[in-house]
């Protein structure tokens, strides 16, 4: 499945799709999935940009610990709001896992492999 995102200069109605493919041929769409032109509401998918504007990269020299503390803030900064009113077990989650994690840019295998550990141990510990 592809999201296909249509900018139009003459209107501000949404014209984006959901394109289905087979999962060995992706030369021709078999499903194109959207709104008609007369419907009532029309599909307008809002996608998020992730981006960061530099003034110069090359005036970005920092250290290993410098670039991981702005991370962790940066990442903190976004989701403690949003997380000030949730279970402590979500608060925990965030705190304990993700930010640390995201800061250290933990790679998905390695994270993956800690994890699978922490959950055997875990379940020797209850036998």
Not at 20 to 45: M, T
Request: proline share 3%; with cysteine; aromatic share 12%.
């Amino acid at each position: 499945m592809m999201a296909i995102l249509y900018d139009s200069t003459q209107s501000d109605r949404g014209r984006d799709e959901f394109w289905i493919f087979y999962a060995d041929d992706f030369s021709k769409p078999i499903y194109q999935l959207g709104a008609q032109p007369d419907a009532k509401h029309a599909l307008n998918l809002a996608m998020t940009i992730h981006s960061t504007w530099l003034p110069d990269i090359h005036q970005q020299q920092s250290s290993a610990e410098e670039r991981c503390q702005r991370r962790k803030n940066s990442v903190e900064k976004d989701y403690q709001h949003l997380l000030k009113n949730k279970a402590q077990a979500v608060q925990e989650l965030f705190y304990n896992i993700v930010f640390p994690h995201f800061s250290n840019q933990t790679l998905e295998k390695e994270f993956e492999k800690r994890l699978l550990h922490e959950d055997e141990e875990e379940i020797l510990s209850l036998k």
